[in-house]
């Protein structure tokens, strides 16, 4: 069943949500300027305030919450507090970004923004969204090297275990971290998607625009670009621990602006080109069902395709994982396949990105598994995280809407 398209009911909200996050969803809507909007339901706001805080939205919250004549005093002192951190955090980070760019950029090396202050720039009040750190896109790979000393120059420090293979990972004396990126994101599981990312990583080197939004000189991709960019982070975190209602706030505001038709026509070619349609349509379903993004300008995404149950589903899963899966402890994958052969087709995707050199070699793959397995149960252990068997037993219900989302087709 698509996606209705009568406007009057777009926000019609399914009857699984509770009571806090029906309220959650009509004030994030109202956050990010619906007209006219519904009124929140009587909730518990203890829950709701954790649920907000669990999606990193909480600040998103202070305009709206603070307008509230009946409200309980501790309500606005909550998500007052929360904005007043979010506001702090994110102008250091600003004004950071800002140097460090035109540092590199002495040094010859263009550095793009990714997310942070330049996806804040489509917000109502951009000092509301919550960044955790700076992420710094490394336009020419043979940069890379430079770029990280430059920024030990700078004061900041690699870290002694880098935990991704797509970005170089650096951090300074009062614990602001930044990733410098060689790659969009980490290898995925299916091969002809890691290819495709490969191959147009060149193209952001020539689709870059200046963000005038801060009064600070900040590079950022085009239209098209950062929007794909949101796309394969968002897909990144889905396959592995999931992610939460921040990054569905990102792509409910990035498409409710007035974006040219060239870049809408260009992020369709990169979407089809790259079998990332599929999960377009379901995110943006989601989003215009429940965000208050515009079903007219979203028309173009095609998203009325995607199945209700499957959107539903699927939304359920955000809520369930809060920001980067934050909520729940047995989450850690999902597989794009079901039975004993998907579970193995994980481990063994695990084994290469744990040791990406020594998986080359076939005849150190049985060393290499069990070196896995014992890094595996011993991170387990240290996080703190659900037995294996919930954590098997999350994957393998998970792998079912991977299945019904047909990605990658």
């Known amino acids: 069943m698509a996606v209705r398209l009568n406007n009057e009911r777009n926000n019609e909200l399914n009857s699984e949500l509770n009571k806090e996050e029906e309220s959650l969803f009509v004030l994030l809507r109202t956050a990010m300027g619906q007209k006219n909007p519904d009124k929140a339901a009587?909730?518990?706001?203890?829950k709701l305030l954790d649920l907000a805080r669990a999606h990193a939205v909480s600040a998103m919250l202070y305009d709206v919450l603070e307008r509230q004549p009946h409200l309980p005093e501790f309500v606005k002192e909550c998500v007052q507090k929360d904005a007043?951190?979010?506001?702090?955090?994110?102008?250091?980070?600003?004004?950071?970004?800002a140097y460090l760019t035109e540092s590199l950029k002495k040094h010859g090396i263009t550095a793009v923004t990714l997310k942070g202050a330049a996806t804040a720039a489509f917000y109502p009040v951009p000092e509301y969204r919550k960044s955790g750190d700076i992420d710094l896109l490394i336009v020419r790979r043979a940069d890379l090297?430079?770029?990280?000393?430059c920024l030990q120059e700078e004061g900041f420090r690699l870290l002694p275990e880098q935990p991704a293979l797509h970005h170089v990972q650096l951090e300074n004396s009062e614990g602001i971290s930044v990733e410098l990126h060689h790659s969009l994101t980490e290898p995925f599981e299916n091969q002809k998607v890691n290819?495709?990312?490969n191959r147009i990583l060149p193209e952001y080197g020539r689709h870059i625009v200046e963000n005038q939004t801060w009064g600070l000189r900040l590079l950022q991709p085009s239209d098209a670009y950062h929007a794909f960019y949101l796309l394969v982070h968002m897909l990144q975190h889905f396959?592995?621990?999931?992610?939460?209602?921040?990054?569905?706030?990102?792509?409910?505001l990035f498409w409710n602006r007035d974006v040219p038709t060239a870049e809408k026509t260009r992020f369709q070619t990169l979407i089809r080109e790259s079998g990332t349609a599929q999960f377009v349509q379901v995110v943006t379903a989601v989003c215009v069902k429940y965000l208050g993004l515009s079903g007219e300008k979203a028309a173009?995404?095609?998203?009325?395709?995607?199945?209700?149950?499957?959107?539903?589903?699927?939304?359920r899963d955000v809520l369930e994982a809060g920001e980067f899966g934050r909520l729940e402890t047995d989450r850690m994958v999902a597989m794009q396949?079901?039975?004993?052969?998907?579970?193995v087709q994980v481990f063994q995707h695990q084994m290469h990105l744990n040791y990406p050199k020594a998986g080359r070699v076939f005849v150190c793959w049985p060393v290499l598994w069990i070196l896995t397995l014992i890094r595996f149960l011993y991170n387990n252990r240290r996080l703190q995280r659900a037995p294996v068997r919930r954590i098997m037993k999350k994957a393998g219900r998970r792998s079912q809407l991977v299945k019904q989302m047909r990605l990658f087709r």
């Open 195 to 197: 290819a495709y990312l």
């Open 84 to 97: 007043q951190s979010t506001v702090l955090s994110g102008y250091r980070l600003l004004f950071l970004t």
């Open 239 to 252: 396959l592995r621990e999931g992610f939460g209602l921040k990054n569905l706030c990102d792509w409910t």
């Open 145 to 149: 090297r430079r770029a990280a000393a």
């Open 300 to 315: 173009f995404l095609s998203y009325e395709s995607a199945r209700e149950e499957v959107v539903d589903a699927f939304l």
């Open 42 to 46: 009587d909730c518990s706001w203890e």
């Open 337 to 343: 396949g079901t039975g004993v052969l998907a579970y």
